[in-house]
């Protein structure tokens, strides 16, 4: 999707998961659907997750990944300061490859205290995010 992005990163569809209505259009992912996403992605919960976007303060659609994330059974994400902006300024390594990693198993733990109440409501974030793996 993009040109260039962090060495080892995947691109991940903060909409994935999703069975978008008219009433709300960026709803709560089904969890069963999120899971097999991110099993499908190569991403466990065990897996520590550097989450990062390409959004001018570089954590508009990455906070929306990193609650999902933690809401649904991963402890290990960080959201990266500044996004892939900040990653540039530095001068780090970008690349155009594609890596794919081996589909695993990532078991729904959900953490009820980041579980919204309304949990098949709405958040209102666009982007997508790409994961960065240490």
Known sequence: KFRSHIKNA????TFSG????????????????F???LSDLG???????????RSQYGFAAASRAWLHLRAFGNERVSILNG?????????FELTSEIKSYPKV????????TLVPFWASSSIFLSESVDLYRK
């Open 35 to 37: 899971a097999q996403y």
């Open 83 to 91: 996004g892939i902006n900040a990653w540039k300024n530095k001068n």
């Open 18 to 33: 999703f069975e978008p209505t008219k009433l709300f259009p960026k709803e709560w992912p089904q969890t069963d659907k």
């Open 10 to 13: 995947q691109f991940f569809d």
């Open 105 to 112: 198993e990532f078991k729904i733990k959900e953490n009820k």
């Open 43 to 53: 991403i466990s919960n065990k897996h520590n997750v550097i989450i990062y976007d």
